[in-house]
């Protein structure tokens, strides 16, 4: 029973232990913890607890130049404090009192020409009339007493009072001063007090405010103002903290703005969620992307290992490097190594999260970010075309140029003394170098290691001196010739459909190198009539036959030959039949049924891959199509047609998401190369014959 129990517990980890997801959970959990741990390890560092009328222990400098927004705004507040506000005289009210004015003494005029023979009449009517000039009955019998030429006086001088007062200009608070003013200049006036109080009272009511403030343009003088006063900026090197001084809140402060004052409050706790949230972000971003968009880097446990410790190299030792400038950080170089190990676009993407997670453990600026931003997308896109480790370095100089470029560009757009500027582009080219230099140096122990195909190993694996190869033009030239005539034709048909071109070539070359077992017993090695399989039995010479899909698995791996080039080595036959061999077999028994099948048919797997099944089809349609007595277009074009067509119908191309269109694009490639390659060969008499010689 206990024995039981143990062994279910080892299968159930044993399981767990093999799911992928649960791989991939673990190393997105190892990323985001070993992320989080670097980045809290540095919270606290060099800080320093101080509280107010405490005596400083030592100097206090800062290392960076500290941008005070409180001091920026105390000045700017005080610009804005001085600024006049911006006045405008509304013409309107004037004229509005000059009109009210004339309208009310019309109207005491139109009554005296009615009234002016009798006296008592015109006080009654005077004293009874409605008015807004805030004259009382005395006011109204005095104007009413007054003979025509004074109330024409009085007219004039009101009139002339009101509308001189009110023509520079009257605010709400300058009211009260003009009434007395205007006071003060009618008791010079040689009249009665009672006249001079009626004129007062009639200017008093029609003098209004008039002068207003336009606030638009106060809040543009304002802000043209508040523009001039430069931001406060703290120079690196400045001592913010004197030996011996007294702390002050505004030394609190500036070791606050300077990020080197340690406290205890909710802040700093907050601050720890806040790390924790981030490298969750950057994490799920990261695998988010390569779940949709990549999913084959998921599954294979080598490549997401090298993405995560690529990620972790360049970001650990970010903050090492920073000490000496932010442009020295590698950043680029995830963008290099991944491009070529992985693809482009993974490198790009992680290059980018790589970016802005340096940037904010550095706390580097928003222009230093936008400059690894740029240079990770360039050296993404140039090393897309890179298929030789020369073109590294040019990778490395066109990263260079365009961070040299940028830096000096965004400096002299910031102010920045220009040889300050040149200083820091020129840190800029050299971590391009940098990051070119490392990648070099990195890519053969990844190639190594992680046993990951990059187009450079494709390119060394071509060299006809590899030990396989020359092995194969020796011992085997009819298939180091023919296989090279495949790679022909697997690398147009593989261009065309947007496949790994280099790898289906290569993959060619390799296909066949299990027929180094026996050689002999593969026609195109053959140099006599003689043929070995003449004195075997069926069943033997197929499983002769179909040992060199497996014998070439062995030999691969023997030579470490990468993965990729080992799945097309046991895939280019797929699960087909040795037709010729089966049929042989089934005429020597005599009856079909007593032959076994799978005794005749390669082991498989079918192509998984689009390059698997390139190679499968161009093995096929070269050998045939060279089996052809008279190869004329329309020969070839049959034959291509017939082997493709006889391919999926077997179901040999179902696992490699080869497309209708693109079996014609692959139809259309080989006929381009076919019609310049082949030559009279003796023909078959049936395409079983074919299977013969594979």
Partial sequence: MELRKSLKKIYFFSKVFKSSKLKVFGIGLFLWLTMFFAISSTMGAGKYVYEIGDTAREDIVITSDLVDDAATSRLRDKAEAEVEEVLYIDPTVQVD??????????????????FADDSDVLIQVYTGMETESGL??????????????????????????VLQTMGTGVSENEIEQEITDVDIYLN??????????????????????????????????????????????????????????????????????AGLLYTDAISDKLEVYGILGFCLVVVVTLFAYLSIFHEDVLVDSKKIILLVSTFLLIFLTSRAVNLMSFYLVPVSLSSILLGLSIGPAVGIVVSALLAISVTVWTGATLNGLIVMLIASIIAGLSISKT??????????????????????????????????????????AVGGILAAVLALGLLPVIESLFHILTPM??????????????????????????????????????????????????????HDIGKLERPYYFKENQITAENPHDRLIPVVSASIIRRHSTYGEELGEKHRLPREIIDIILQ???????????????????????????????????????EAAIVMLADSVEAAVRSIQEPTKEHILEMVDKIISGKMQEGQLEAS?????????????????????????????DLSEFDVRR
């Fill in 457 to 510: 190993k494709l390119l060394e694996l071509s060299n006809p001196n590899h030990p396989v190869l020359k092995r194969l033009l020796i011992e085997a030239p009819g298939t180091y010739h023919h296989s090279i005539l495949v790679g022909n034709l697997a690398e147009a048909a593989a261009h065309d459909i947007g496949a790994n071109s280099l790898l289906a070539r290569v993959g060619a070359f390799y």
């Fill in 97 to 114: 009192a000059k009109k009210e004015i004339r309208h009310f003494f019309e109207r005491l005029y139109e009554v005296r020409s009615d």
């Fill in 387 to 428: 298929y030789h480790r020369s073109g590294i370095l040019m990778t490395g100089a066109y990263i260079a140029i365009i961070k040299s470029v940028l830096l000096f560009a965004l400096g002299m757009l910031s102010g920045t003394d220009i040889m300050e500027t040149t200083l820091v582009a020129l840190k800029g």
């Fill in 657 to 685: 998401e080869l497309t209708f269109k693109d079996l014609g694009k692959i139809k259309a490639a080989f006929m381009v190369v076919l019609t310049g390659i082949f030559h009279e060969r003796i023909e078959y008499p």
């Fill in 136 to 161: 009382s009955e005395t006011d109204l019998e005095t104007l009413a007493l007054m003979d025509q030429r004074k109330l024409e006086d009085v007219e004039t001088i009101v009139n002339d009072l």
């Fill in 572 to 610: 280019h036959h797929g699960t087909t039949r040795i037709k010729y061999f089966y049929h042989k077999a089934c005429e020597e028994a005599g009856k079909p049924e007593l032959v076994n099948p799978a005794d005749f048919a390669y082991e498989g797997p079918k192509p998984s891959s689009r």
């Fill in 188 to 257: 010079s006036l040689d009249y009665d007090d009672q006249t001079k109080l009626v004129m007062s009272k009639i200017v008093s009511t029609h003098l209004r405010p008039n002068k207003f403030v336009d606030t638009e343009a106060t809040e543009r003088v304002i802000t043209a103002r508040r523009s001039e006063i430069d931001t406060v900026i703290i120079e690196s090197g400045t001592t913010i903290v004197r030996e011996g001084s007294t702390i002050t809140s505004e030394h609190l402060r500036l070791l606050g703005l």
